[in-house]
């Protein structure tokens, strides 16, 4: 008998196949799921990730929509929701639909936001950092780099107090924020933020 169990070993085994990017097998362990539970958020969510790791974009855009159809309404949910726009709104930008992907990522981001507000204190979440970095990209794929540096900067800071100084969240942002300065003719201010990125680098 198929029980909790089996749906449970199908899930782990289909994450570790994700993480060794052995994605097709990791997709159709999914759609078994898929088909003995019934659709859910998370793993529509889960579908739309493993084909756009596919670079299959319309299947992997119908799965993101499908999840935001089926999440749950609370404040208890709102990082689970964050983590589905956020998706959604990273395909459309690789889509080079950034116009399309803008308030979506801007929904995540407000509900990071308020997921860090949970149990009347404020707890800061590199979460929050990650959905600006994604409205920061967006932005400057529009052509907006004022917008984009602002995103940019705000993600820097809180991943230096989130993640740490010597994490490759950091170093990434960092390298996304010179490359966006050099871009913007501030050579020096983005030279800065490039060492700095592969100082981190270098340490790891």
Same mark, same amino acid.
């Given at each position: ?80 929701? +964050? ?5 959604? &709104?990273? %395909?459309? @930008? ?6 399309? /992907? $803008?308030? #979506? ?72 924020? +010179? ?5 913007? &003719?501030? %050579?020096? @201010? ?6 700095? /990125? $592969?100082? #981190?680098?270098?340490?790891?």
């Amino acid at each position: 008998m198929r029980g909790k169990w089996h749906l449970k070993a199908i899930q782990s085994k289909a994450f570790c196949c994700f993480k060794q990017y052995r994605f097709r097998e990791a997709l159709a362990l999914f759609k078994e799921q898929e088909q003995l539970m019934g659709p859910s958020a998370p793993l529509a969510e889960n579908i739309g990730h493993v084909c756009s790791s596919l670079s299959e974009y319309d299947e992997a855009e119908r799965y993101f929509r499908l999840a935001t159809r089926l999440l749950p309404d609370g404040r208890q949910h709102a990082k689970n929701s +964050g983590g589905v726009y956020l998706g959604l &709104g990273l %395909l459309l @930008d690789r889509r080079e639909r950034p116009r399309e /992907a $803008l308030p #979506i990522l801007y929904q995540a981001l407000e509900l990071y936001v308020d997921s860090c507000h949970m149990s009347g204190r404020f707890v800061e979440s590199s979460l929050v950092a990650k959905a600006r970095m994604s409205l920061g990209h967006a932005h400057e794929h529009a052509g907006e780099l004022s917008k984009a540096e602002e995103h940019m900067r705000e993600a820097v800071g809180i991943f230096s107090r989130t993640v740490g100084e010597q994490s490759p969240l950091l170093a990434g942002a960092l390298g996304s924020l +010179g490359k966006l300065r050099v871009r913007q &003719g501030a %050579l020096a @201010d983005g030279a800065r933020h490039l060492v700095r /990125a $592969l100082g #981190i680098e270098v340490d790891k």
